[in-house]
């Protein structure tokens, strides 16, 4: 059975930084894309990054480029996503998602608010 554990939202002023991280077990992780996601209040879900299983080619969405990185640790079975600058569109619930279409296996979600 997948299951992804994502943790590390909470809330940060403009500006800031926050780490996520995603515990990932039951399938094998070191064979299978990996992206993060999220979702704002009232909106449907908005792919934000993704990271291919052998090369760790990295991707963005534009709106996050430059400001997020995303990294895996194939030993660890662990995806983190470094979030820095934050702004206040940020704020939605995170997803760490098996693959790189936003509709897959996801976890529970961590949620990142921006806000003073």
């Known amino acids: 059975e997948v299951q992804l554990v994502e943790s590390g939202g909470g809330l940060v002023q403009p500006g800031g930084s926050l780490r996520l991280s995603c515990a990932a077990s039951g399938f094998n992780f070191v064979d299978n894309d990996m992206s993060w996601v999220r979702q704002a209040p009232g909106k449907g879900l908005e792919w934000v990054s993704g990271i291919k299983r052998y090369t760790g080619s990295a991707f963005y969405a534009h709106a996050v480029r430059g400001r997020f990185t995303i990294s895996r640790d194939n030993a660890k079975s662990t995806l983190d996503l470094r979030m820095s600058s934050l702004k206040s569109e940020d704020t939605a619930v995170y997803y760490c998602?098996?693959?790189?279409?936003?509709?897959?296996?996801r976890g529970q979600g961590t949620q990142v608010t921006v806000s003073l």
């Open positions: 998602v098996l693959g790189f279409d936003p509709s897959g296996p």
